[in-house]
C-alpha cells in the first residue's frame, strides 16, 4: 500500500474485490473485508443493482442497496462517481457530517433554558471515529438523524420529514428510534385536534424508505439473509458468547483484542447506567413530550442490545459503531437534563478516543 492511499479506508477484501477489474487501483486485503467496500461500489455507480460489478462483488444486495443515501452522497461529491476521486469524496462527506453533528447539537443546546457545556459530548463517540476510519454510514446517519431532532424539537415538521427520510436512506436501524420518536410526538398531538394535520408529516419518512425498499425488491427479488435478522439472537447471549468468543489470549494480538473489547463495553456499561440514573431522575421531565420521545427511543435501542448476536459482539469493537446512535440519544437525554458527565468518565473516553484513532492506523 502505497503512503497516502484513500483505498485503504474501503478495508476491502479479496473475497468481494477484485483489483484487476477496479475502475482505478484498489488496495485489497486477504479475506471478507469490511463494509466499506460495499459503500465504495455504489458510490461508483449507486443504482446498478447487479451482484457484480466494477470489480466488486456485493454479498446482500438489497441488504446493502437499502443504505444508498451515504453512497449516493459520494457520487455526487465525486461528480458522478469518478474513480480517482470517490476514496477522497466518501472521507469528505464523512467529514462534514462530523461537523455536522456537532452544529446541531449545539444548536440544540442554545434553545435549552438552561446553559451548558455539553456540546463536546458527541467527540466520545468512539463509533463515528471507526466509521471515518472505515468508510462507513454512521456519521452520515447521525448527522441526518440529529437534524432531524433538532427540527422536531424547533416544531417545523417538514423539515423534521426531511431529514428523517434522509437517515432512514442511510441506515434502516434508525427506525428503531424514530418509531418511538414519531409516535410520542403523535401522542402530543391528541390534546389540540388542530395539530392533527402535521402526523403526514411525520408518516412521510417511513413512506419514503417502504418506497425504495419496494424498488430494490422489483429490481432484485430477495435473497436470503437479505433482511439482517441474522445479527438478532437470544436476550444478552450475544455479549456473553462475544465476551467468551474474546477469552482466547494466546497471543499479543488476542491479548489486546480483549483489552480493547473490555475497554469499549465497560465504558458502554457506565453510560447506560448514567442515563438510567438521569431517567429515574426526571419524572416530571416526561410531561415533555419531546423528551418522552428520546426516552423512548433510548429504551427501544436498549432492548434491541440485548438481543443482538454474537456477530456484532466478537469483534473487539464493531459494536461502538453499532451503538453510535443509541449513544448520541443517550447524550442528548443527558444535554436536556443537563447532566454533566463525571471528569474520570470524560478522560476515560478521550482514552479510548486516542486509542481507536491508533487502532486505525495500525489495522483497519
Known amino acids: 500500500m502505497a503512503l497516502g492511499d484513500f483505498t485503504y479506508f474501503f478495508v476491502a477484501g479479496s473475497d468481494f474485490v477484485n483489483p484487476a477489474e477496479t475502475p482505478a487501483p484498489v488496495w485489497v486485503q486477504n479475506g471478507q473485508g469490511y463494509d466499506g467496500q460495499f459503500f465504495y461500489r455504489y458510490s461508483l455507480d449507486p443504482f446498478d443493482f447487479s451482484k457484480t460489478a466494477n470489480g466488486i462483488t456485493v454479498d446482500l444486495v438489497p441488504y446493502r442497496m437499502q443504505r444508498i443515501l451515504y453512497p449516493v452522497l459520494c457520487w455526487l461529491a465525486s461528480f458522478g462517481g469518478t474513480p480517482w476521486m470517490v476514496p477522497y469524496a466518501m472521507i469528505l462527506i464523512n467529514i462534514l457530517a462530523f461537523f455536522g453533528i456537532l452544529y446541531f447539537i449545539n444548536a440544540f443546546i442554545k434553545k435549552m433554558p438552561q446553559a451548558t457545556a455539553l456540546g463536546y459530548l458527541p467527540l466520545f463517540l468512539c463509533g463515528l471515529y471507526m466509521s471515518l476510519g472505515r468508510d462507513l454510514s454512521e456519521v452520515t446517519e447521525l448527522f441526518f438523524f440529529t437534524g432531524a431532532l433538532f427540527f422536531l424539537f424547533d416544531k417545523k415538521y417538514l423539515l423534521f420529514s426531511i431529514f428523517a427520510s434522509l437517515t432512514l436512506l442511510t441506515r434502516e436501524t434508525s427506525l428503531l428510534a424514530l418509531l418511538p420518536i414519531v409516535f410520542f410526538t403523535v401522542f402530543g398531538f391528541y390534546k389540540d ?17 417502504a418506497g425504495w425498499k419496494l424498488i430494490i425488491a422489483a429490481q432484485t427479488g430477495t435473497e436470503p439473509g ?17 465476551f467468551i468468543g474474546n477469552l482466547d489470549i494466546s497471543t499479543t494480538k488476542n491479548k489486546l483484542q480483549l483489552l ?12 447506560t447506567a448514567f442515563v438510567i440514573k438521569t431517567l429515574l431522575k426526571s419524572g416530571h421531565a416526561l410531561k415533555d413530550h419531546f423528551f418522552l420521545a ?71
Open 226 to 242: 437479505a433482511s439482517g435478522t441474522g445479527n438478532l439472537g437470544l436476550p444478552v447471549s450475544g455479549i456473553i458468547n462475544g
Open 193 to 209: 385536534k388542530s395539530q392533527f394535520y402535521k402526523i403526514a408529516f411525520l408518516l412521510i419518512p417511513f413512506a419514503v424508505f
Open 294 to 364: 428520546l426516552t423512548g427511543a433510548w429504551i427501544c435501542w436498549f432492548l434491541f442490545a440485548l438481543f443482538l448476536s454474537p456477530a456484532v459482539y466478537i469483534d473487539d469493537w464493531s459494536f461502538v459503531r453499532v451503538f453510535s446512535l443509541w449513544n448520541l440519544i443517550g447524550f442528548l437525554i443527558l444535554i436536556f437534563r443537563n447532566r454533566p458527565l463525571p471528569a474520570l468518565f470524560r478522560y476515560y473516553s478521550m482514552l479510548l478516543v486516542a486509542l481507536t484513532l491508533v487502532r486505525l492506523i495500525i489495522r483497519p
Open 260 to 271: 480493547f473489547w473490555l475497554g469499549y463495553f465497560s465504558w458502554q456499561l457506565i453510560l
